[in-house]
């Protein structure tokens, strides 16, 4: 079945230290990947997608994410954390025939150091 | 623009009441969705509509949980009666179509079940 797997639970992270998410997929084609971020009490923001073409591709807030088909991973990157990006971070794609259904990996908890 | 609008933000109940959730999607907006998000987990669809009419309802469970979009723009999610494991955050999102189309979150309702 397709899915998204995101390896990690928490991950903590001195400020102004790079960053690097994991995101795996299972899925027999190309698909169509995003990344969320969601702060405590507030909806999933969208910090970029990939649906085809350059496979790294850039975001807002200075996040960017590289598709990686060999590895089937679409890992979340950032040079420089800022203890505002403390938060949950999803990982999510479509999948599925006619790409209808929006799986969500369960999510990596980022947490800044000072 | 306005994103999308959820209310309340918190509902806290005792097993076996009812209680209902409200969306009002971004205008323009066809498809609306409504995820669970429980604790520690990803946001699960429950349900999707396109316009006024159901697309996927595959995980939402029945016996207990209805929604409605009557007249294709808000939308209503009822759980009648409630059990302790229904305990999460309801989400609600929309998107301009079907398809890998990028969905906008609203800030969820927190439900806790006692």
């Known amino acids: 079945a397709q899915s998204v797997t995101q390896p990690d639970i928490h991950i903590t992270v001195s400020e102004g230290a790079s960053l690097e998410l994991r995101c795996n997929y299972s899925?027999?084609?190309?698909?169509?990947l995003f990344w969320y971020v969601q702060s405590p009490g507030q909806g999933l923001q969208l910090l970029l997608k990939y649906f085809s073409g350059d496979t790294l591709v850039q975001g807002i807030k200075g996040f960017e994410a590289e598709f990686k088909r060999s590895q089937s991973s679409f890992n979340l990157r950032k040079p420089s954390v800022h203890w505002s990006d403390a938060a949950e971070y999803f990982c999510?794609?479509?999948?599925?025939?006619?790409?209808?259904?929006?799986?969500f990996g369960t999510g990596t908890r980022l947490l800044v150091s000072p | 623009e306005a994103g999308v609008a959820q209310s309340p933000r918190y509902k806290i109940i005792e097993k076996r009441q009812s209680v209902a959730f409200w969306c009002n999607p971004i205008s323009g907006h066809a498809t609306l969705y409504w995820y669970q998000q429980i604790l520690g987990q990803g946001p699960k669809l429950l349900i999707q509509?396109?316009?006024?009419?159901?697309?996927?309802d595959s995980q939402l469970p029945k016996d207990r949980f209805s929604a409605e979009r009557l007249k294709g723009v808000d939308s209503t999610l009822k759980i009648q009666p409630a059990k302790l494991e229904d305990s999460a955050v309801y989400l609600c999102?929309?998107?301009?179509?079907?398809?890998?189309?990028?969905?906008?979150f609203g800030p969820g309702t927190r439900l806790t079940v006692l």
């Open positions: 899925y027999g084609a190309t698909p169509y």
């Open positions: 999510a794609g479509y999948m599925n025939t006619g790409f209808q259904k929006l799986v």
């Open positions: 999102a929309s998107s301009l179509g079907r398809g890998a189309n990028e969905q906008f």
């Open positions: 509509f396109q316009n006024n009419g159901v697309v996927d």
